[in-house]
């Protein structure tokens, strides 16, 4: 799945619309809407008979609505269509092919929402709305019981963005056009929207193709082309070795859930390169992990994983610059650099030297900051463009993409949902999971499942003959969605049941790694 920008929408409609197609995209529009009211109304328990009113604005988004209300009058639906702009003589200002469909219909007109209505569809702005809108009176005083389905975007809501300048109208359901709009999964448009569902007007293509547009969405066949099952003749080298540089004295169990989640996620061999504190918990509980004080030979690491419980002192700095220059030095070599996650700690200590000799290097580097990390890199590291959009919506996704291009780095931001944007604009979000990751330590699970996707990329290409990013091989910062899938899904788990439920992590994400590999269960 890809979402665009309203505004790429309104474009990618402009060379159908100029050959007249614009009333045929109306009525596709409308016909999807409607046949999703009638769901609607089928799991209320009746079609025939049932109440439907319509919100129409002055625009095309109100004559969908319209055409809809037409297409479920001939199902038996009561069709109420409700105007929120009359002219001075109290004609309603509306789509006037839309309202001469409903009256054909025998629809009605009515200047409130009848309360019997079961759904209230809202056709009030789409992705023309300029500005901030105050909500029309019509608009606020639903029925109780009445379900409100958006037409294309809920009214209020930016279509780019997700930023709601004024009111809005909250809607469950938004049935949306010729393609998913990036508003409807960002921000307050997001929560505005309810469940989204996207009908398919014929769009296809007319939409950019460049992997810097839009937004890619993942799921698990992405994921199954992302993080394959190993070869049958995999070994554990060939399976992918990853370095983890993460625990201290201090904070030595953020090594074990980090090496954890490496191992959880098929790594061929997690190594973690720290303090004798950390090196005996990590083998206490997970036997089959290497542990010392320097990780793996250079020449071994396919992945490196730093910062995981690192701390803040002149030690992590050290061990930070350690690994950075063991990946810089091993990207002189033919093997080409190993991957680098850059976590917790190291988001703390990095400089923008550092990101400028790992981008150089020809390493893949992977930037995993929560929203805390993420204000104090931007301050720390500050990007012109980068510093003024709203937070919450695609004003953040820009922000994320404005920083990772002027860095080169790919930028993973966690939260409720996850962004990930890279150097060249390309972006992925992820919004599987849920609340039951909200507690301390699931993060650094996160780092060592990255790590280990990372790693089993660079071992294949390695095997293929060359691990420089030759086409055909995937983007990083689709290799990172990927990751921050397998995270969510196991945190939706069984494992989602446990107070604690970053120590349960690591199993967990080796079930759905498993499932993923080799059950062929056709749930593509
Ligand atoms: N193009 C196509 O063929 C297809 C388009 N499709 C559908 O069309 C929708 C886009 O339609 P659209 O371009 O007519 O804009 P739309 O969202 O109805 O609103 C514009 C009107 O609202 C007004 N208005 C604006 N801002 C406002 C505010 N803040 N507060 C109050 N009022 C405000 C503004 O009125 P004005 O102020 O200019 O008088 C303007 O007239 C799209 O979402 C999809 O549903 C599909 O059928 C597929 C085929
Ligand atoms: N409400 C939520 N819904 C979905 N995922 C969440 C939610 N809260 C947290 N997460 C996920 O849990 C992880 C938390 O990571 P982080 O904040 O770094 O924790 P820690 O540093 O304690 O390990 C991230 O992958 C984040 O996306």
Redo the contacts with the bound molecule.
Sequence with gaps: MRAFT?TQV?EA?RPL?AAGQ?PA??RR??WGLAEHVAAVLRARGRVSGATVAALV????????ALWALAFLRRRGVEAVAVPVVRDDDGAPRWHAEGAAALRAAEGRVADAVPARAAVVVDGI??????????LPAAARDLPAGAVVVA???PSGAD?DTGGVA?EVLAAAHTVT??AVKTGLLLGAGAAAAGRVHLVD?GLGPHLPPEPRTGLHGVDRAAVRRLHPAPAPDAHKYTRGVVGLAAGSQRYPGAAVLAVGGALGAGAGMAHLAGPAAAQDLVLAAHPAALASADGPEPDRADAWVVGPGLGADAEARARLERVLDAVSAAGREPAGAPAVVVDASALELVTAEQLTALAASGARVVLTPHAGEWARLRDRLPVAGAKDADAGGAGELERLRAWAAAHRVTVLLKGPRTLVAAPDGEAWLMRDGGPALGTAGTGDVLAGVLGAVLAADRARAVRAGGPSPAAGRPSTAALAAAAAWLHARAGTGPAAGRGAVADALPAAVGTVTAALWWEDDGRE
């Excluded at 604005?57 to 969908?64: A, I, L, P, S, V």
């Excluded at 702005?125 to 105050?134: E, P």
């Design positions: 309203g309104r409609e619309l614009g995209l109306m529009a409308a604005g002055t625009g095309n988004n109100g004559g969908d702005l789409g992705t023309g709305a300029r500005g901030a809108l105050t037409c294309d975007v279509a004024g056009f010729g007007i």
